[in-house]
């Protein structure tokens, strides 16, 4: 990774890709071309991300509610990332990559999920980035499945805290956004990573994320440096350099 002229930069950066249909819409296409354009651009982001230094990028591609899109777009969506999975993960994997999905894998295909598992155990040990991709994934599913399985552990209510319940997340073992992008013009969460967003810095852009470069990225990264993070307290907490990964 080439050192960055943007300081500080964000350890961990989460994406909301979002105005791939409307992308397509303008141009003519059926929606599930602008899913296909949004795939291309990802290797670009990720590539650019890491140039300036990103440790952790999250993508958020698939939410628990796109169930109720058309049949054809879920179907065409599902089609794209086993195609991606199957055209990246060598790539990612020799540029040192850790691969995570996030969601709940179970309601993938039977070839698919296995897809999924041998991209990640393949990559596991790489440690250059890390990135996930939250795919049927929903920020409120996340912690209910993480309460529940507390409930079968027979966890006492006195032990439970905060640190015990990040164990039990999706997003075990990550550290939380310090930024969260989000493409398209919209200006809120979609239910993606509402526990570990608390104190996240977001930044909003009306650009279609097939169109979203390596100008906006640097805008983005320019914005958050000068964000003050307080964390709740009255002084503001400055980063001096990129913390450990873990």
């Not at 982001?45 to 440790?55: D, P, S, W």
């Not at 879920?74 to 999975?85: D, H, P, Q, T």
């Not at 999905?101 to 393949?122: F, W």
């Not at 526990?195 to 640097?218: N, V």
Request: with cysteine; net charge neutral.
């Amino acid at each position: 990774m080439s050192e960055s002229k943007i300081a500080p930069i964000p350890n961990h950066v989460a994406i909301i890709m979002d105005g791939n249909g409307r992308w397509a819409e303008q141009r003519g296409l059926p929606r599930v071309a602008g899913h296909r354009a949004g795939t291309e651009n990802i290797r670009q982001v990720i590539r650019c991300l890491a140039e300036h230094g990103v440790h952790y990028i999250t993508l958020f591609a698939f939410s628990t509610e796109n169930w109720n899109r058309p049949a054809s777009e879920v179907k065409g969506l599902f089609r794209i990332l086993g195609r991606a999975i199957d055209r990246e993960t060598n790539i990612f994997h020799e540029h040192g990559v850790r691969l995570f999905l996030l969601g709940r894998v179970d309601r993938l295909s039977d070839r698919l999920q296995r897809k999924v598992k041998h991209a990640i155990e393949l990559t596991k040990d790489n440690t250059d980035m890390t990135l996930s991709v939250a795919f049927d994934y929903g920020g409120r599913a996340e912690i209910l499945d993480a309460v529940k399985r507390i409930i079968q552990d027979g966890i006492p209510p006195q032990d439970i805290d905060e640190s015990l319940l990040n164990s039990y997340l999706y997003t075990a073992g990550l550290p939380d956004p310090d930024l969260i992008i989000r493409t398209g013009g919209e200006m809120r969460l979609s239910n993606f990573l509402l526990w570990q967003s608390a104190y996240s810095e977001y930044y909003a852009t009306p650009t279609f994320w097939p169109d979203f470069g390596s100008e906006e990225i640097e805008r983005a990264l320019v914005a958050y440096a000068q964000r003050e993070r307080r964390f709740g307290g009255l002084e503001a907490q400055r980063e001096t350099g990129p913390r450990p990964q873990g």
